[in-house]
């Protein structure tokens, strides 16, 4: 599964902010939003509600981690909200993989989960020094990926470095979902492992997930549009 569409983050602090950015789209541009932690503590599902009634696809990024029976019980929640894509964290285990899993399939939900490995904000300094993991990033994103994929999952939450060698441990079919995408002259922020959505299309990407490059553009229609073009043709 591969989605041309540029899943906009919808890295706002209130609904007011989501409302104002999307006037600058037209209302016929079926878009892929994401909406994190910030945004759905701020506003809860009644916004996720409104997007899906717009006809949007939305990501809904919670990175769920807890006890195996509390992640299956939020996921059954979640599973009535329609959204396309959820999150857990891999860290959690892979009873909690499985029971995350378990939770959607007892709704009879479309929603696919997917495994948080390392965020594209951790660099290989900060996994040995920090979390004390003394495999490498490579090794610490695979391993992930092969218990997501033997846990049922759908994919994972990944950097586009690591996308081919995923797909490769797991199957074509295996989601690749990757932020840390940025344009030529974007600032990288707390970004670490970060490409262009060229270089993600090149390395194997399902799907990309791209922020500030597009909500603080000055034309974010135009920029969406030109990464839209940019990761569908590879360039």
Not at 5 to 22: G, M, Q
Not at 114 to 141: D, G, N, P, R
Not at 158 to 163: L, V
Not at 171 to 183: A, C, E, K, N, S
């Amino acid at each position: 599964m591969r989605d041309d569409r540029p899943i906009i983050a919808l890295d706002f602090p209130d609904k007011a902010s989501v409302d104002n950015f999307l006037t600058q789209f037209p209302k016929k541009e079926k878009l892929f939003v994401k909406i994190g932690m910030e945004l759905f503590y701020r506003c809860g599902p009644d916004l996720i509600k409104e997007m899906t009634a717009r006809g949007y696809d939305v990501f809904l990024d919670l990175k769920c981690h807890d006890i195996p029976h509390t992640v299956e019980a939020a996921m059954k929640s979640i599973s009535k909200l329609n959204v396309t894509l959820t999150t857990i964290h891999a860290s959690g285990g892979l009873q909690m993989m499985k029971a995350a899993k378990s939770g959607l399939v007892q709704s009879s939900a479309n929603t696919k989960i997917l495994a948080i490995t390392q965020l594209t904000s951790t660099s290989e300094e900060m996994l040995h020094q920090e979390q004390l993991v003394k495999a490498s990033m490579e090794q610490s994103v695979e391993n992930y990926a092969k218990l997501a994929a033997q846990a049922g999952l759908d994919g994972v939450v990944c950097s586009a470095f690591e996308a081919h060698q995923i797909k490769e441990v797991t199957g074509l079919d295996f989601l690749t979902v990757t932020p840390g995408i940025r344009l030529e002259n974007d600032a990288y922020d707390d970004q670490k492992r970060v490409v262009s959505p060229g270089q993600a299309a090149q390395c194997g990407a399902s799907m990309i997930v791209v922020g500030r490059s597009i909500t603080q553009a000055k034309d974010p229609y135009q920029t969406y549009r030109d990464i839209k073009k940019s990761w569908k043709e590879g360039i």
